[in-house]
């Protein structure tokens, strides 16, 4: 096929302007983890989520036709930014490396969710809709980033807890386990809800457990550990 015009606005299209709000946020996630300001970097990782959950649903309600799979290019490069680069960097930041080992592992640790989210998104590109599955392959690469961001914010953040999360989702985003769309309403609600509470920074808080964090967490770590288990 010849492209007689490639001008922008053939290609743009509502969906890739939210596909571009996650990746802005991710890239703002990016610049307060270095200045570590962790809590606003975690809402913001978190916040990219939120625009990555809809710009498909848009999509699709707005009829969208992509031939050229525009669209689907420019949410994989916004992702790799916004869950594998931002999560990475917020990792490594939020470490206080008291030795030179730590320091190395956890530079490590964060090149591999690199590596493995770039491999998880490219084969997702080249096997959407060539395959009869309608489940993910491989764990979603959205997961890392708000499990590690509701993580640092449950109050109960530990340096090598998040190492060994990381190096496991990681290996998991480039598995061959099958993950389901999440089907529960009801707790696709609750997460939202929760998930605004911790954009919003609203505390609730029992002593210093953050409790809409720790509803996140918890739900994501289930996602993540019962399909291994059903595999």
Not at 44 to 69: C, H, P, Q, Y
Not at 83 to 97: D, L
């Amino acid at each position: 096929m010849t492209l007689k015009n490639t001008s922008m606005k053939n290609f743009i299209a509502i969906p890739d302007i939210i596909s571009l709000l996650n990746m802005s946020s991710g890239f703002l996630a990016i610049i307060f983890a270095i200045n570590e300001n962790l809590v606003i970097s975690s809402s913001l990782i978190i916040l990219a989520v939120m625009f990555d959950s809809v710009d498909g649903w848009v999509a699709r309600k707005t009829n969208r036709k992509d031939e050229l799979e525009f669209g689907k290019n420019i949410d994989s490069l916004s992702d790799i930014i916004s869950f594998g680069i931002a999560p990475a960097i917020f990792i490594y930041k939020s470490i206080n490396a008291t030795s030179n080992l730590l320091n190395l592992s956890s530079i490590i640790v964060c090149l591999l969710i690199v590596i493995c989210g770039v491999l998880r998104l490219t084969r997702y590109n080249v096997i959407a809709n060539k395959t009869k599955t309608k489940d993910f392959v491989g764990f979603p690469i959205p997961g890392i980033a708000i499990i590690i961001a509701t993580f640092y914010l449950s109050g109960l953040f530990n340096t090598y807890i998040v190492l060994i999360l990381s190096i496991l989702i990681s290996l998991l985003m480039i598995s061959d386990v099958k993950y389901p769309k999440f089907s529960n309403t009801m707790l696709l609600y609750m997460c939202f809800i929760c998930s605004i509470l911790l954009i919003f920074q609203i505390p609730i808080k029992i002593y210093t457990i953050n409790i809409p964090a720790i509803i996140v967490l918890f739900c994501c770590l289930y996602y993540l550990l019962i399909n291994v288990i059903k595999h």
